[in-house]
């Protein structure tokens, strides 16, 4: 089969001829119409990310048709549209991931080939509203996206929602999961353009990061927030808790812009603010995830759709951080 290898460190993804994947027990062969970029690939291709191995085909996102089945297991899904559901070995605790967890794409051979096995227990149908391009920009993100908001962050209607970054592809997730949700949601993003396009799917307003006054735009705007979604962090964390509503949560699932800054505790205890740590997302999560999209029909943002061989040019654009939602890899 045709896939995107990794060969080495510093080496861009090679399209490559590489042995079909041989099934074991409970395990079926996906065929994949369409796989999706995560931050996680190309920090993987520029060699920060831990336990990288050579050689390795990325990719944690995909939908397809079920083609081969090990099994009894795998043969009531034989012909059906599938998405994947990437995270594995999640463990027995719904709050937390165990020893084991391990996530498709990275050791094991991920999405971005023309086949790829997976266990019968991480498959779910496709939602029949989506195309395979919309449907593969769905599982890393979108379970990251709906933990954060409704597993941890506990939003309901009328809560008042703000998402650090609208422009990523969990970001875009958490302004259409909270907004269908019956949230309030306002975004901030370094783009003019990202926020208009954030205003587009439903969020009320957004300021620049990068203007000095920015909290205090937000504070005129809103008066403070429920919930907090970020996976920036860096030095501008420490103004979220005064942005905060007594007993907010801040929910948060990334570190682009550096490690959580010195914070005034008086805020954090005097607001009885709760600071939460997450990452993706259980089976339960990924389930409920999926039948929310299905009952509020909802569409992923899609970026960019770039066919496999051009998957280098999709990882060059995403270090860029020049998109809005997701970038597609077609097969």
């Known amino acids: 089969m045709k896939a995107m290898v990794l060969t080495g460190p510093d080496e861009p993804l090679a399209y490559k001829d590489v042995e079909k994947p041989v099934l074991k027990q409970n395990e ?5 119409k369409a796989a999706a970029l995560n931050r996680r690939d190309y920090w993987i291709t520029i060699g920060k990310y831990a336990g990288i191995k050579y050689p390795t085909i990325l990719g944690s996102d995909g939908a397809g048709v079920v083609v081969e089945a090990a099994d009894e297991a795998g043969r009531q899904w034989l012909n059906k549209e599938v998405i994947i559901n990437p995270g594995h070995n999640w463990g027995n605790d719904d709050q937390y991931q165990g020893a084991d967890f391990k996530i498709l794409g990275l050791p094991d051979d991920g999405t971005l080939a023309e086949y790829v096995r ?7 149908p496709k939602p029949a509203h989506l195309t395979f391009e919309h449907a593969a920009a769905i599982p890393l993100a979108g379970l990251t996206a709906y933990r954060a908001l409704f597993t941890k962050g506990g939003i309901t209607a009328g809560s008042k929602v703000l998402v650090v970054g609208a422009g990523a592809g969990t970001g875009t997730y958490a302004v259409q999961f909270a907004v269908a949700a019956g949230c309030q949601v306002f975004v901030t993003s370094g783009s003019g353009e990202k926020i208009e396009r954030a205003r587009q799917l439903g969020a009320a307003a957004g300021v620049n990061y990068k203007a000095q006054d920015w909290a205090e735009e937000l504070k005129h705007m809103c008066g403070g927030f429920d919930v907090v979604i970020d996976s920036a962090l860096g030095k501008d964390f420490a103004k979220i808790p005064e942005l905060s509503n007594p007993g907010a949560r801040i929910v948060f699932f990334g570190a682009t812009a550096g490690s959580i800054p010195e914070l005034n505790p008086r805020t954090l205890f005097s607001k009885q603010i709760q600071l939460l740590g997450t990452m993706m997302g259980s089976p339960d999560d990924f ?4 039948e929310f999209i299905n009952t509020h029909k909802i569409v992923p943002v899609v970026d960019e759709v770039f066919p496999l061989t051009q998957t280098q040019q999709a990882v060059e654009k995403m270090g860029s951080s020049s998109q809005f939602g997701k970038l597609v890899i077609t097969v």
Request: charged share 5%; glycine share 0%; no cysteine.
């Open 28 to 32: 079926v062969l996906v065929q994949i």
């Open 118 to 124: 997976v266990n019968v227990e991480y498959l779910h």
């Open 287 to 290: 389930s409920n995830m999926l």
